[in-house]
């Protein structure tokens, strides 16, 4: 059991993230705070029971925020911890809000998105509350975020997108079930394999070839902001310019009035997680390292980074062959699709950013190359490179804490985490075939 404390100014909002948390964490109890009626939290509460807060950074006062209260409130002994609520799209505000000692931050426009489960998992994850006791099941399907702090699985484009699409299909209104049943030409609906409040991931057959795909969904009817579009299309404008074995396939796009779909490979086998969690070898890791490395440098060589390199976006082929998936958070190196990205924010998923991508700074593909050097270190050890109890300590280690050395028996492997591991990137391997090099120098040791 653990009690959430939600203060905000707005009952429906209230009510509305009150409903969400329960609805997926049973034995969660939460407790609405209403700013404007009530006043700061006082600090002779018994705040030992209380497992965490939900602070809205607007709090609907004039002369107040949500910063200001997290500054006192964070003064009260037994404090647990608080998690800022934000419309704020600017990095200042959620920087503050770290370095006055917030735990995490959540942005409120994500409420119906795919991803707020996997957002409050980390939260829970990162202040040390028991999740596997107190969390149900995520309806959402596994690998749809797999932690990320951000919205990284919004589905990503480009302008005046809607100019080229082919055929659009037919929705069909939602049963008594209350499940949407989506009729798309050519492909015949097996399953629905996640679910989110604008989108829906399906496993279909393509009927033409009789093909099993995965089929992106994303609901535009009443969508007020495009962008979550525009990131669904650029998934599809950037993936489908590769054709590499160890890129995950997109195979069509297409769009109606009331929803857009892209048709990707479907990959059964599983992600990387379950075989890290089993433990591998280090010929295995090697082997790994190699595949990741020769589709970074794919993508790499089409000016592309995928910033958010991870565990739960390398995928199984049937033929045992990693694939690189989930290209929601990429961006052009040439900054071309600078404004249809995150509005500025800082993207990835904490343990697996570099120091550069940490403090807001431009990125390149030197820092694709770190979180691979992170994953690296995860496969051969079993154990994250850095841990933290909130993403503000998390982060300052990636930009502060030594390199971990290596156990003696893995010490060969040392000049390749240290090659790919450097807090200056001019220090690291600079390109991909660098890298490679050095995977062929150990090997032949």
Same mark, same amino acid.
């Given at each position: 059991m653990f009690n959430i404390l939600v203060v905000d100014d707005s009952s429906d909002y209230r009510a509305l993230l009150k409903q969400l948390i329960v609805s997926n964490y049973p034995n969660a109890q939460v407790e609405e705070y209403d700013p404007d009626m009530e006043g700061i939290p006082k600090k002779s509460r018994n705040w030992k029971e209380v497992s965490m807060v939900l602070l809205d950074y607007d709090l609907g006062l004039e002369n107040e925020n949500g910063l200001d209260w997290l500054q006192i409130m964070m003064t009260y002994p037994d404090m647990p911890p608080i998690v800022i609520l934000t419309t704020e799209t600017s990095t200042t505000t959620t920087v503050r809000a770290l370095k006055l000692g917030a735990a995490n931050y959540l942005l409120k426009t994500d409420i119906n998105s795919d991803n707020i489960v996997s957002k409050f998992t980390e939260s829970f994850e990162l202040v040390g509350l028991n999740q596997e006791s107190s969390m149900s099941t995520s309806k959402h399907g596994d690998n749809l975020n797999d932690g990320a702090m951000f919205d990284l699985t919004a589905m990503p484009a480009l302008e005046n997108i809607l100019t080229e699409e082919t055929q659009a299909p037919d929705f069909v209104d939602i049963s008594d079930d209350n499940e949407p049943h989506i009729i798309i030409p050519g492909y015949s609906i097996l399953k629905e394999i996640a679910k989110g409040g604008m989108s829906t991931v399906l496993l279909a057959k393509r009927l033409e070839d009789n093909l099993d795909v995965v089929l992106k969904v994303l609901f535009t009817k009443g969508l007020e902001d495009s962008s979550g579009l525009k990131r669904f299309i650029q998934e599809y404008d950037l993936i489908s310019a590769m054709n590499h074995p160890h890129i995950i396939r997109i195979y069509e796009r297409a769009f109606a009035s009331e929803f857009a779909y892209i048709a990707l490979e479907y990959l059964p086998q599983g992600d990387l997680s379950k075989r890290i969690l089993d433990g591998i %070898?280090?010929?295995?890791?090697?082997?790994?390292?190699?595949?990741?490395? &020769? !589709?970074?440098?794919?993508?790499?060589? +089409?000016?592309?980074?995928?910033?958010?390199?991870?565990?739960?976006?390398?995928?199984?082929?049937?033929?045992?062959?990693?694939?690189?998936?989930?290209?929601?958070?990429?961006?052009?190196?040439?900054?071309?699709?600078?404004?249809?990205?995150?509005?500025?924010?800082?993207?990835?998923?904490?343990?697996?950013?570099?120091?550069?991508?940490? %403090?807001?700074?431009?990125?390149?593909?030197?820092?694709?190359?770190?979180? &691979? !050097?992170?994953?690296?270190?995860?496969? +051969?050890?079993?154990?994250?490179?850095?841990?933290?109890?909130?993403?503000?300590m998390l982060i300052q280690a990636h930009i502060n804490d030594p390199i971990p050395e290596l156990p003696a028996e893995l010490s060969k492997y040392q000049p390749l985490i240290e090659g790919m591991l450097a807090k200056d990137p001019d220090e690291r391997f600079q390109i991909v075939d660098e890298l490679i090099a050095g995977i062929d120098w150990i090997e032949q040791s």
């Open positions: %070898s280090t010929e295995t890791a090697m082997s790994y390292l190699r595949q990741i490395a &020769l !589709g970074l440098g794919a993508i790499h060589k +089409l000016n592309i980074i995928h910033r958010d390199l991870k565990p739960g976006n390398i995928l199984f082929h049937d033929d045992g062959r990693l694939i690189i998936t989930d290209f929601g958070a990429a961006k052009i190196i040439s900054d071309k699709m600078k404004e249809i990205t995150m509005n500025n924010m800082v993207v990835g998923t904490p343990y697996y950013m570099s120091p550069e991508q940490c %403090s807001g700074m431009k990125l390149d593909r030197r820092s694709d190359i770190y979180s &691979l !050097g992170v994953l690296f270190y995860l496969m +051969l050890t079993g154990k994250k490179l850095f841990t933290a109890n909130s993403i503000s």
